[in-house]
């Protein structure tokens, strides 16, 4: 699904520069992958990088990018009953999965979330231990708002800390979600 974002957003000219990018064993793999596959994390994270590096050119702009890649993931991992389901979903309840979602798909890092703030429409997300997951953070807020789109809510602010080109693998991020009261 990340390929088939930089396929559907970005013309040919961009696309080559991203391939060029790659790591040489991603680029033998490209074209070999299915949608909605599970691949190895590396593989992954190359591919964001590509993104981060050549359209988003600085860590705002590769954060930007990056997360609108995570937007387009989650929106073709998410099938029509699924949707239907998000729609009486709460912001709330959808966070309260988020370590179970994670730990489902996932062998490392962790995902948790702190609800101290729910009743004022905020909530907190951590993201640690990972390493592993280089430019997995920008990814995941764009996760997250794809979620807080599909319930109908509005995102009055999604802030990530913690996170930077210059650093894409932290031992730990934050996504600080306001949702509009």
């Known amino acids: 699904s990340a390929w088939a974002f930089i ?3 970005y013309d040919s000219a961009v696309r080559e520069k991203i391939v060029e ?3 040489p064993e991603v680029r033998k793999a490209l074209g070999t992958y299915k949608d909605i596959e599970f691949y190895p994390a590396v593989h992954f994270g190359d591919v964001l990088r590509g993104v981060g590096v050549v359209v988003g050119k600085d860590s705002a702009g590769a954060e930007k990018e990056i ?20 729609r009486v979903l709460t912001p709330t309840l959808f ?6 979602l994670w730990s489902r798909d996932n062998t490392n890092g962790a995902f948790s979330v ?20 280089p430019f ?6 764009g996760w997250i708002g794809f979620a807080m789109k599909t ?31």
């Open 21 to 23: 990018q790659l790591s």
């Open 7 to 9: 396929d559907a957003t």
């Open 114 to 133: 702190d609800f101290s703030g729910a009743d004022k429409g905020r909530l907190i997300f951590t993201l640690k231990d990972i390493a592993d997951y």
């Open 151 to 181: 319930m109908g809510r509005s995102v009055e602010s999604m802030k990530l800390s913690g996170w930077s080109l210059e650093s894409p693998s932290p031992e730990q991020v934050q996504i600080d979600l306001q949702l509009a009261q």
């Open 136 to 141: 997995i953070a920008p990814c995941a807020k």
């Open 95 to 100: 966070a309260k999965k988020i370590p179970s």
């Open 67 to 86: 997360e609108a890649c995570g937007g387009y993931i989650a929106h073709h991992a998410t099938n029509t009953f699924l949707r239907l389901i998000m």
